[in-house]
């Protein structure tokens, strides 16, 4: 049973940085495709960034180009988004997703949440203007 366990939300003021992690555990990690997506309330979930299982492609939503950065180390089964210039449109729940890694993993396939197949409970980012 595949299980997704992100940490390292919290509250932080605009400009600052915040580092997200996602354990996963219950399966072959290097099997897998890794993201980041996010849901501010009221709005549905979004496509933040992308890894691909080697970390040789990566993808992001264009407002976080620049400012956030995903990676992984597959020794630990962990993926990261290191996230800097912080704003308070940035304030949302932050979800770890994975998906096999044996199907496309073009933008338009990385970055469509309906193409994952496990999910972890979220962790709240919060930036205060």
């Known amino acids: 049973q595949v299980q997704l366990v992100e940490s390292g939300g919290g509250l932080v003021q605009a400009g600052g940085s915040l580092r997200l992690s996602c354990a996963a555990s219950?399966?072959?990690?290097?099997?897998?495709?890794m993201a980041w997506f996010n849901q501010a309330p009221g709005k549905e979930r979004e496509f933040v960034a992308a890894i691909s299982w080697d970390g040789s492609t990566l993808y992001y939503e264009d407002s976080v180009k620049g400012r956030f950065t995903i990676s992984r180390d597959n020794a630990k089964n962990m993926v990261y988004l290191q996230m800097n210039s912080l704003k308070p449109e940035d304030t949302a729940v932050y979800y770890c997703?994975?998906?096999?890694?044996?199907?496309?993993?073009?933008?338009?396939?990385?970055?469509?949440?309906?193409?994952?197949?496990?999910w972890g409970q979220g962790t709240q980012v919060t930036v205060s203007s």
């Open positions: 997703a994975q998906r096999s890694r044996y199907v496309s993993f073009r933008y338009q396939h990385a970055s469509n949440l309906g193409s994952y197949d496990y």
């Open positions: 219950g399966g072959t990690f290097e099997h897998y495709n």
